[in-house]
């Protein structure tokens, strides 16, 4: 088999392609939920807690005249980001839940069945009752 013809094989197969469209939806489904956060969500809580924008909070270790010289922790754009995937792990379950309750469940599974080893112990125990 050629490495064309196996890298073809490969790239077709179910799994490859199911997760390539999955990437591409989750790629897409980020950028929707980063805009609902930003958006909407941010702006009346930075408007009810004081017109607060949270991407703009930082603290300032170095000034400088310069934009780019100066040194800020910008823990804004990281509760931005925390609020992001809070809300994309949140939707996201929500999402698993409903897909879960369309799924029927498993049948029930019945008692395993016994081990060589209950077997031997079952037939041991048999013959000492048959004794007595």
Known sequence: MS???EFRAFAVRGNVV????????????GKIVSSFVADIIM???????????????AVVL??????AQVVALRYGAFLQAL????IIAFAIFLVVKLINKMHPPPPAAGPPAPTPQE????????LLRERR
């Open 83 to 86: 609020f992001d995937f809070t």
């Open 43 to 57: 702006p009346p809580l930075g408007l009810a807690i004081g017109g607060i924008e949270f991407s703009k909070l």
């Open 3 to 5: 490495f064309l013809s």
């Open 62 to 67: 170095k000034d400088s005249a310069d934009p």
């Open 18 to 29: 199911d997760l390539a469209v999955g990437v591409v939806i989750g790629a897409a489904f």
């Open 119 to 126: 077997v031997l112990l079952t037939e041991i125990r048999d």
